[in-house]
């Protein structure tokens, strides 16, 4: 399979139906993600952080000293680190780094607060291993986006340390599902379209009991007070039903004064990544792992972990004290 084509990633996603019950949907993930395999190259370690399952990787030529932790997609009910496993990887080879893949609970044998909880014990678990705050990166996609957004909040109102930046792709951050592109982008998205909304509520519900105000910040992010959180690299496909997720979110922190940066690819699907996917002109180019955009530079203490990007188009206003989203479309 040609892993760059979007074309192929389609017919990949729909070569079979869709699979009915956890059991197979988590196992149909595992397949369809392990299409694009781990490079040789890898180094792979499994990790124990804290009674969390865990796995290291490293590309050759990496810093170790630094880590990108990454929590899987999958709507908190699938997803796995087998799933993500060559994402993950890859993305610490572009972003130069260690990578810590974490494999929290799954709804619904186990429902919120399993999840947000093993998301800390994760995070814990890097910090009691001497990595400073300021050399991790926190990324995930999908529900994993959220997750790794609402434990960056966590942190922020307990008055911890924060990672150095946060890296969401395609994030899921409100479960009430009221952003538009549900519906406008529903004939273009393969994994989430309209006939899929009633299984995105089950899944939901699946984790967020329905005792529980979808609203609630801990499972809804989109809702948070997000004021003093790190510098985030928001990154979402143009053909994804989840992109007024990203596109809210990212509005919400720049006008919290947190710096961001929200890049949308042209022509890509919800979580492309997972199998390297890219748009026809950065195929030209040769190509573009989305992580590249992590910018992580030389290990001076006294700079950032992340390097901003510049946006294609400036806002209107230049201030960059009162303006703090930059905006691009796809990358380069």
Known sequence: MDANGIDAIRALLSSKPRPV??????ERLDEVGSVWPV????????ADCGGVPGEWSIAPGSDASRVLMFFHGGGYCSGSIVSHRRMVTEAGRAAGARTLAIGYRLAPEHPFPAAYENALT??????SQGVPARSIAVGGDSAGGGLTAALACR????????????????PWTDLTMSGDSLVTKDAVDPLIHKDYLEELADAADAYAPASMDRKDARVSPL????SGLPPILIQVGSAEALLDDATRFAGSAGTANVPVTLEIWPDM?????????????ARKRGRIHPAKSLGWIAPA????????????KRSASRDRKKVSVSIRYGPG
């Open 21 to 26: 019950g956890w059991k197979a949907r988590r």
């Open 39 to 46: 490079a040789d190259d890898v180094k792979l370690t499994p």
């Open 122 to 127: 994760a995070w814990r678990f890097l910090r």
């Open 155 to 170: 942190l922020r109102y307990a008055g911890e340390e924060l990672p150095a930046c946060l890296w969401l792709v395609s």
């Open 223 to 226: 809702y948070a007070k997000l």
């Open 269 to 281: 699907i919800h979580a492309w990544p997972l199998w390297n996917a890219q748009p026809p002109r």
């Open 301 to 312: 203490e006294t700079r950032p972990i992340v390097r901003a990007v510049i946006p294609a």
